[in-house]
């Protein structure tokens, strides 16, 4: 197998555009190319403002600002791309099915089916293709079919590399991965092919940490990886509901199991439930296959993980609504936060979506600040929910860009997302400007109990009497 010297990715979103542009940083001698459909995008990723990236993530503009244009290219010519590049990676959406067999649970595939059909239409030379988006098992098999069958006699290895990275961390995970997974064919092209991947990686990372296995192993890895991850979340979410009703307290008990370096001290905090694209995603997508091999009990048991986040979140908002009186219709409510987590401008799945869904339903009124989110994007959350037309949705919910401002005449303030900047606050302040008795739900564990009590607030914890 020839040295790799030019890579495409397909798909310039939260995983292809990342990864890529470490890819390139730690790989001079590579030409990478990003290819997105979506033109406006493509802009995004080409703009001179390095705070207009469509992706928020700590340490990437350095690295876009250090390898764009050198050996780091974002384009629309998707054809050309795939024509030049040795390696084509994969890098497209694909969502849970929102309609037909397996709606609400299989991941629709028909973006990775359309990046195949391309590459295969394009391609005149033999080609490694590498399948980088969260796929279900058999995936690679799916693209191995339609490009072994286009009939111009070009040779395509493919291979399965899932993504580890985790948003919010996406530059520092990829600098210093746990480990990558590469799957492949065992035949002799299928090893050179891994080979040839794996070199790629070896730039920068030890090569004790690059494993290879087969497709299906790589494949399902990932789905398991999360699933357990989400687990975790789950198993101490559920804990953190037994402690709101006991003198137990979550924080304590984290740190009680996490000392046992069997279980471990990560991914133990209690929150207002997890989102992001991935967790729910990829354990709906395990529990579809559990069940469609005749596994009913294995499904179940991870469909639990899920349906334990729905009553988190559910819980919390039910909480809000009961502490304070049992209605909150007219009364304004700020939520502080609505990404998935703190360090992303990702909202994908992200609780607080749900909560203020489930606020507005008791026709709270709604004022929300992030960082990092847009308002357009706030309100393309809510529209796509469908609960209520879009008007309503504006009616009942207002973006704020001063977060102090926002909280004059409040009658409660609810963190959902972990920000560090929310810690920061004038609290003293936020009190002095809400209605009384002023109320701040902390959905996320991140400011001190005693502090906001003595400030005067009516301070509740997820996990804490
Ligand atoms: C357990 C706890 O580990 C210990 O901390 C607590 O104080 C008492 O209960 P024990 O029941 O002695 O200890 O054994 P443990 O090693 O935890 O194994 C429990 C069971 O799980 C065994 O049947 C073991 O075979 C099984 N196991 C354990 C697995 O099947 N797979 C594993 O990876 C680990
Ligand atoms: C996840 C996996 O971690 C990553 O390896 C995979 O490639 C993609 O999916 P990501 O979705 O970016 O990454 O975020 P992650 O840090 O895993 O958090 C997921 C959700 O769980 C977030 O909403 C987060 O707030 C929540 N969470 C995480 C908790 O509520 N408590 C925790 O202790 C950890
Ligand atoms: P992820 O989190 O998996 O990276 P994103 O939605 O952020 O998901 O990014 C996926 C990107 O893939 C989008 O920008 C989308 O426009 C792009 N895409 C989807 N299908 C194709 C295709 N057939 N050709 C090129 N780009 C595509």
């Not at 993530?57 to 024509?83: C, H, M, W, Y």
């Not at 799916?142 to 399965?160: H, M, P």
């Not at 990404?339 to 929300?368: G, P």
């Not at 929310?422 to 009384?436: R, T």
Request: with cysteine; hydrophobic share 40%.
């Amino acid at each position: 197998m020839k040295k790799i010297s030019k890579i495409c990715c397909i798909g310039a979103g939260y995983v292809g555009g990342p990864t890529m542009s470490v890819i390139a940083n730690q790989c001079p001698h590579i030409q990478v190319t990003v290819v997105d459909i979506n033109e406006a995008r493509i802009a995004q990723w080409n703009t001179e403002d390095l705070n207009q990236l469509p992706i928020y993530e700590p340490g990437l503009k350095e690295i876009i600002a250090e390898s764009r244009g050198k050996n780091l290219f974002f384009s629309t010519e998707v054809d050309q791309a795939i024509a030049e590049a040795q390696m084509i990676f994969i890098s497209v959406n694909t969502p849970t099915k929102t309609y037909g067999k397996g709606k609400g649970q299989a991941a629709d595939l028909k973006f990775v089916e359309l990046c195949a059909r391309n590459i295969a239409k394009v391609a005149k030379e033999d080609k490694i293709v590498v399948e980088k988006s969260t796929l279900p098992v058999r995936t690679a098999e799916a693209i191995k079919n339609i490009l072994d069958n286009t009939g111009n006699g070009v040779r395509f290895e493919i291979l399965s590399n899932p993504e580890f990275l985790a948003e919010g961390t996406a530059i520092e995970d990829l600098l210093h991965a746990d480990r990558v997974l590469i799957g492949g064919d065992d035949t002799p092209t299928g090893k050179a092919a891994k080979n040839a991947l794996s070199e790629v990686y070896e730039n920068w990372l030890p090569k004790e940490r690059i494993l290879q296995t087969n497709v299906w192993s790589s494949e399902l890895s990932k789905l398991v990886a999360n699933a357990f991850l989400a687990q975790r979340v789950s198993s101490i979410n559920s804990i953190s509901a037994l402690c709101e009703k006991t003198d137990a307290n979550i924080a304590e008990i984290s740190r009680a199991i996490g000392f046992d370096s069997r279980i471990g001290p990560k991914f133990l905090n209690a929150s207002v439930g997890f989102g992001g694209s991935c967790f729910q995603k990829d354990i709906l997508n395990l529990v579809y296959i559990a069940r469609s091999f005749g596994l009913p009990e294995v499904a179940d048991y991870w469909e639990q993980v899920i349906l334990m986040n729905d009553y988190q979140k559910r819980r919390f908002a039910d909480l809000m609504i009961q502490t304070l009186y049992n209605t909150v219709s007219g009364k304004k409510i700020v939520l502080y936060g609505w990404a998935f987590k703190k360090d992303t401008n990702d909202t994908r799945e992200s609780a607080a979506i749900y909560i203020a869904d489930a606020l507005m339903d008791e026709q709270a009124q709604l004022v929300v600040y992030d960082p990092k989110v847009p308002k357009e994007r706030i309100y393309a959350d809510l529209d796509y929910l469908g609960t209520r037309d879009p008007q309503k949705n504006r009616d009942l919910l207002t973006v704020a860009t001063d977060p102090l401002e926002a909280t004059r005449d409040a009658h409660a303030v609810a963190v959902v997302t972990e920000w560090d900047e929310f810690k920061g606050y004038d609290w003293k302040k936020i009190y002095e400007h809400m209605l009384k008795p002023a109320f701040v739900f902390d959905g996320r564990r991140l400011l001190d109990t005693h502090t906001m009590r003595d400030i005067g607030f009516n301070y509740y914890k997820i996990g804490e009497a």
